[in-house]
């Protein structure tokens, strides 16, 4: 049996966003006060011991950052950056132990959303026993701004999964264990984790510390709210299900816009397709496919955000024969309000509670019914084990009180805790 693997995630909180004494004010601002903020997070990093670090909010336009990080970490560590779309400045970063693992692949997965959110997919492997390989994923999801930003971190989790449902197809490798790791900006009680729990992956933290999983904190937010949104997920080989569809964020959008048309008022696939043909020819044309997302309320501030690209992918999507326009039958395929379960659900629906924030009907049963068709074929954990499964042996947030759900006022290096877990692979039968 190989030595156990280590995992950290830390968002560290980019000196660009950190408030230095007032609104317009920044900790960037001065650099004696985020460097040596930075030269403390490398410290307990290093003292963590681990494998693979996740780190959010890492500071890509900072060349003195980088540097800080490279000379602290390099030695030791393999790492990869992912910067964040549209010149953010911030973004992923994922280190990987030279000693233990090698890095068989690094892709980013760019989610050309409102948010500018990306995320990170290794493929690494153990050089004690070349057998073992795992695929990494990292990410940080979008901060619930509004009741639609579930929606918008709903379709980055899907857009993520159908990243690895392709690789993995394309690549045409076995099973792997995968860890998924990061800012989720979401409870374990929210739709993404929940989401992610109905695709076979546990929370790292749960599967060691049942009790210790209820009352954890690992974020206090710019409203003072204190919040455990960080976390690790493992799905292991014995839970994955090989048959089926793949995840398709394209799929659940069409289920959501399905909700709004009937939220608008709608009551049948024809009534959807007349918001849509606005000059009853028949046939939607991009400018109309475009037009009527934009008039249903998907785009925009306070909204589920859809820019103008995944309204070409969606539509695209719908244009099944490529004719440049969707006609009735195309509609249909996608967006079928006669059989969508949506219409009953949303007359009952009351609200659903996410955090401190009521949720309109809309984005309650737009939440479920993008979940069901995202990934119609939930996976379910299986009673046996893999011989290529990771075990979670143990999970910890690196400041104790966190998992009491305080927040202890002398720590100071992020406005997140690091949260680590130490995992080992699966004793082979007969080894």
């Keep these: ?31 004696e006060l985020w460097k040596t903020r930075n030269e403390g997070i490398i410290q307990e990093l290093l003292a963590t011991n681990s494998d693979v670090i996740f780190l959010q909010e890492y500071w890509h336009a900072s060349e003195d950052l980088r540097a800080m990080y490279e000379g602290g970490l390099g030695e030791l560590y393999d790492m990869r950056g992912t910067p964040r779309t ?135 937010n710019h409203h003072g709210e204190l919040v455990g949104v960080d976390h690790i997920f493992v799905q292991n080989p014995s839970c994955q299900v090989s048959e089926g569809e793949s995840t398709s964020w394209q799929a659940a959008c069409f289920a959501m816009i399905v909700v709004k048309t009937i939220d608008q008022g709608a ?66 395929r996608v967006f079928n309000v006669d059989e969508s379960l949506a219409w009953e659900q949303i007359r009952r629906a009351t609200g659903i509670w996410e955090a401190q924030e009521k949720w309109r009907p809309f984005e309650a049963v737009a939440a479920s019914v993008m979940e069901a068709a995202a990934a119609p074929q939930c996976t379910l954990p299986s009673p046996s084990i893999d011989p290529l499964d990771l075990i979670v042996q143990d999970c910890r947030l690196r400041v104790p009180e966190m998992e009491r759900g305080i927040w202890p006022p002398d720590f100071v290096l992020s406005d997140h805790g690091p949260v680590s877990a130490t995992c080992r692979w699966a004793e082979v039968a007969g080894a």
């Design 1 to 31: 049996m190989s030595d156990d693997i280590r995992i950290t995630t830390w968002n560290i909180l980019c000196p660009a966003y950190k408030r230095d004494g007032g609104e317009d004010r920044r900790e960037s601002m001065r650099d």
């Design 86 to 220: 549209n010149g953010r400045g911030d973004g992923l970063l994922t280190a990987v132990r030279k000693q233990t693992l090698d890095v068989v692949e690094s892709l980013p997965i760019l989610f050309h959303d409102c948010g500018d959110r990306v995320g990170q997919l290794l493929r690494v492997r153990s050089q004690a026993e070349p057998s073992q390989e795992m695929l990494l994923i990292h990410t940080h999801l979008l901060f619930p701004h509004t009741s639609s930003s579930t929606l918008i971190r709903l379709r980055e989790a899907f857009k993520l999964l159908e990243f690895v449902d392709a690789y993995k197809s394309t690549r045409r490798i076995r099973p792997l264990p995968i860890v998924l790791a990061g800012d989720l900006n979401g409870t374990r009680h929210g739709r993404v984790c929940q989401f992610l729990a109905s695709q076979g992956f546990r929370s790292a933290l749960e599967q060691a510390r049942a009790e210790d999983a209820l009352n954890f904190i690992s974020h206090r």
């Design 267 to 332: 009551s049948t696939t024809s009534d959807a397709f007349r918001l849509f043909d606005v000059n009853q020819d028949g046939t939607v044309s991009r400018a109309e496919f475009a037009s009527a997302i934009r008039a249903l309320g998907l785009t925009g501030e306070g909204s589920p955000g859809l820019l103008d690209n995944e309204i070409d992918q969606l539509f695209l999507e719908a244009d099944e024969d490529n004719s440049g326009s969707i006609d009735f039958e195309e509609f249909r």
